[in-house]
């Protein structure tokens, strides 16, 4: 066992400590109240308390399949729509990256690919922390949004589509092997913004992994090797996910088979007019607060959906 285990392992027990030792001091507070020594308002405070440490220990057991631990790799491509999706893109990566602040989880660019008027068309975010996977793996998924354009003149309703797609980022203590046959490495000029070695030095490198016709773009630094590394990183943390879904037999297990970014798809839909709603489809979560979920705030779903999948496990 490693110390990442050890860790792991320990802050359930200090969970676990923490709310019997609650559990006891309602216990002694109760007896203080028979005896006139405590009011109805501290034991109500306490009781609120306790309920609280509860939950959050009930709910980080939703967070114990295999992977949950690890960081995540989370992918943003814009659907068909040219520049209103590639704007919606970019939306959706504020908030993941707004999401991930109030977290404190470290965020790392590995891939980017600007729309040709505004925008993004993919970008590739490393979020780096402790259940960052566990977090974020029910937002696979088509993300579908209703808005008026502000780049129509004419200020019409506009649909436009996203596909997010989130993997867990393999680390030191899980081997996956990879053939060296089956992949192959092309080397490109990197895009974006000035420096001097974009668009003249080939640093960003793409890797295809044959047997499953995995793609992965990497431009992260001026540096072809550390690119290529993180590449290979990436290659085994997708083929790590796709060995997880073998097991949970959840989901398809290859990105190509994923649905196509369109109507009927959609994981959630984000409704700007002609009334404001953001819903989630699958666990139904909703609210009218569509900026703060603009801005990150965005447990409520992601609780929501690691609960439906908690139930569903209960049921089976």
Known sequence: MNMKQLRSIQKWIDKYETLATAVGDLEVLLEFQKAGEATTEEVDALHETIETLFEDLEFKNMLSD??????????????????????????????????????????????????????????TLEIEGEFAFGWLKGENGVHRLVRISPFDSNAKRHTSFASVYVYPLVDESIEIVVNPADISWETMRASG??????????????????????????????????????????LKSQLYEIELQKKMAARDAIEADKMKIEWGSQIRNYVMHPYKLVKDVRSQTETADVESVMNGQIDAFLKGYLMLMGQKKDDE
């Open 193 to 234: 913004a000035g420096g001097q070695n974009v668009n003249k030095v080939e640093t960003a490198v793409r890797l295809r992994h044959q047997p499953t016709g995995i793609m992965i773009e990497n431009s992260e630094t001026r540096s072809q090797l550390e690119n290529k590394n993180k590449a290979m990183q990436l």
């Open 66 to 123: 295999e992977g949950d631990s690890l960081s995540a790799v989370l992918q943003i491509t814009a659907g068909a729509g040219g520049t209103e999706s590639c704007d919606w893109a970019q939306m959706l990566m504020r908030m993941y990256l707004m999401w991930s602040e109030k977290n404190g989880y470290k965020v790392r660019e590995l891939n980017h690919q600007p729309g040709d008027v505004a925008g993004i068309k993919t970008v």
